[in-house]
C-alpha cells in the first residue's frame, strides 16, 4: 500500500504554512530500522516516554534508539498480530485494540486482554478514547460502539441511537459531551444518552473521520470528502435548535481527488489537517 498524505496547518495559531515540509527536520523509520511492518495504523506515548506503533504485524515500543516489537508469537494476547488502534491511558498504561477485534492492556511490563462484563462489540477496533471520568470508549468498523467503565461494558449501535455502526471517532469535550463520528454522521452522548442531530445540518449525516476540541473549546470535523469544518456556537447548555454556522476548509488534492482528513491538536494550539489516500 503507497500512502501519499499532505498537511495543512489552520490558522490557530502563527505558523508559515508555505513553508515547504521538505524544509522541517523529519526521520523516517522502516522496516529496515526495526518496524515490524511499514502501514503504521496508530502512533501513542506513555507516560514512561516510550513511543509505540500500532501495525499489522504486531506493535512496535521505541525507546528513542532501537524498536522492541511484541506480537502473537512473543506476546499470545495479541491474537491475529494486527493492532489499529492505541490509545496512552491516564495512570500509564496503554490500551491495544486489534484487528481481529478484542482489547489488551499493557501495564506493568504484562501485556492481559480486556473482557469487561457485558462483552465488547465484535469486529475490528477502529478506535479508543477515555474521558475524564475514566470512561473507555471502543469504536469498531461496522459492529457499533462500547462504554466501558469500573469493568463494566455498554454496547450501542444503530438501534440504539448511532447514526452507524462503523465509529471513526469519539472526542470525549471539556463541559463533559461525548461527540461520536460515524460514517453516517455525528451525535453526542450526554447524561447517558445519545442525542441525535447535535448541530441541526448536513454534518448530523456526513461521513465523519476526525474530531477534535482545540484550545479556544472550538470544534473541529474532518470529513472523508476532503473538508475540515469547525464551529464555534455549540455549547453544553442546550443542543443546537438552528442551524449552526459552520466554517469549511477545502482540502480537495490538486488532482481534484477528494481524500480523507484527519485532524491534530498540537502544542501552542495550533490545528493540523491531514490527507490521504490509498
Not at 515500543?61 to 506476546?75: K, L, P, S, W
Request: hydrophobic share 40%; with cysteine.
Amino acid at each position: 500500500i503507497t500512502l501519499a498524505t499532505s498537511v495543512i496547518a489552520c490558522p490557530v495559531a502563527a505558523l508559515n504554512i508555505k513553508k515547504p515540509l521538505a524544509d522541517f527536520m523529519h526521520q523516517t523509520w522502516t522496516v529496515d530500522n526495526g518496524l515490524p511492518q511499514s502501514t503504521i495504523r496508530g502512533i501513542s506515548q506513555t507516560k514512561d516516554g516510550y513511543l509505540w506503533f500500532a501495525t499489522h504485524e504486531g506493535v512496535a515500543r521505541y525507546d528513542g534508539i532501537t524498536f522492541t516489537v511484541f506480537d502473537e508469537a512473543t506476546t499470545p494476547a495479541l491474537r491475529g498480530n494486527g493492532v489499529v488502534a492505541l490509545l496512552a491511558q491516564a495512570d500509564g498504561g496503554l490500551l491495544l485494540g486489534l484487528r481481529d477485534g478484542g482489547l489488551v492492556r499493557f501495564h506493568l511490563d504484562k501485556f492481559t486482554p480486556v473482557i469487561p462484563k457485558g462483552g465488547l462489540p465484535s469486529g475490528a477496533i477502529s478506535m479508543l478514547a477515555e474521558d475524564a471520568t475514566g470512561t473507555i470508549w471502543v469504536g469498531t468498523t461496522g459492529d457499533g460502539l462500547a462504554r466501558i467503565f469500573k469493568g463494566e461494558s455498554r454496547i450501542y449501535a444503530v438501534a440504539d441511537g448511532l447514526p452507524g455502526n462503523w465509529v471513526t471517532a469519539v472526542r470525549p469535550t471539556e463541559n463533559g459531551d461525548i461527540w461520536i463520528g460515524t460514517m453516517f454522521g455525528v451525535v453526542i452522548f450526554r447524561d447517558g444518552e445519545l442525542v441525535k442531530q447535535p448541530t441541526k445540518s448536513w454534518l448530523d449525516t456526513a461521513n465523519i473521520s476526525a474530531i477534535l476540541e482545540d484550545d479556544k473549546k472550538r470544534l473541529w470535523f474532518a470529513t472523508s470528502g476532503g473538508q475540515a469544518f469547525t464551529t464555534e456556537n455549540l455549547r453544553r447548555q442546550q443542543v443546537a435548535s438552528q442551524p449552526q454556522r459552520i466554517d469549511a476548509f477545502d482540502l480537495t488534492l490538486a488532482s481534484g481527488q477528494k481524500t480523507t482528513l484527519n485532524a491534530v491538536l498540537a502544542p501552542g494550539g495550533k490545528v493540523w489537517l491531514v490527507d490521504f489516500v490509498y
